[in-house]
């Protein structure tokens, strides 16, 4: 495999909807897929959103999100193979069948999933196979290309350390979706290829409630456990993966100063899940709870069903 390390594209002008459901998710990546390798990036990453119920974020174990994936996967290699030149039969074998690292192939199409450092020297013969003109995915890579990625080789010489991390850090990322939570808030990330980076946060709903005390009126407002709320742009020219400070300097844009972490929320409204985020600052959200009255303590003397006393 013939190493070229990954360039930033040029600042495109496309923006990308950000996909509300699993099916819009694959179709989307599909195509992000396709226009890639139409401009000759065949050997792709493609980090899809994995969930429990429609598009919420879930990570759980190693198995169980491999459940979840697969029939991701297999939409999503189902729609590539329709492609001219990707058709053809597809198998499926596990290459390290403990950490669920799975092999779909072709001769023109070849995807693996949750691919790990360790399997980096297979992964590299997988593309390698047809002269090098094979289209090969690789999903959900278990690696961090924001450090240092040869802990995780410790087993193998120094070169071949180099040459796997090398090997990871030539992959261009054409379609990511991912959820993550930055000092209390839900933050997507989408990549679609050729587009840029762009960020959300989750704006949850708002509940209004009026109470009336003669002349006077108060107005409190609360998040809406029942409201879908809505998913808000934070960014859509970012020029490679926002870091955590990245992604803590967009929300501070947006909410007009310092983001507030749990302790300060707490402090300010009694409770840890805080207010609506992105609220309007003319009108600040604040919690609404009822209190529950507090039971008395039993009386030790008495029964306490008939409550008679007992002597």
Known sequence: ??????????????????????????????????????????????????????????????????????????????????????????????????????????????????????????????????????????????????????????????????????????????YCLEQRRVIGSEVRILRCYPGAWQVYTYVEGVRVDTTKDGASSITLRTPRATSSGEWRMLSASEQSRPTYERLVELLNAAEGGKKQGWFDRFLRTGHVGGSGRMANAAAPVEPLEPVEPVEPAPDKDKDIITGERLD
């Open 1 to 174: 495999i013939s190493f070229i390390e990954s360039k930033p594209p040029a600042p495109p002008q496309t923006t990308f909807p950000l996909p509300t459901t699993t099916a819009a998710s694959i179709d989307q990546a599909a195509l992000a897929v396709q226009r890639a390798f139409a401009d000759g990036i065949r050997l792709q990453t493609v980090e899809i959103l994995l969930r429990d119920n429609e598009m919420s974020a879930w990570p759980g174990g190693i198995q169980q999100q491999f459940r979840v994936a697969l029939p991701m996967i297999e939409s999503l290699l189902m729609q590539l193979k329709r492609s001219p030149g990707l058709e053809g039969r597809i198998t499926a074998e596990f290459l390290d069948e403990t950490d669920c690292v799975g092999l779909w192939q072709s001769e023109r199409l070849a995807a693996v999933v949750f691919p790990t450092a360790e399997t980096i020297p297979a992964l590299m013969k997988v593309g390698d196979a047809l002269s090098g003109e094979r289209l090969t995915l690789y999903i959900n890579p278990q690696w961090q290309l924001d450090g240092q990625i040869v802990s995780d080789l410790f087993f193998i010489g120094y070169e071949e350390r180099r040459r796997s991390e090398r090997f990871a850090r030539s992959l261009e990322t054409t």
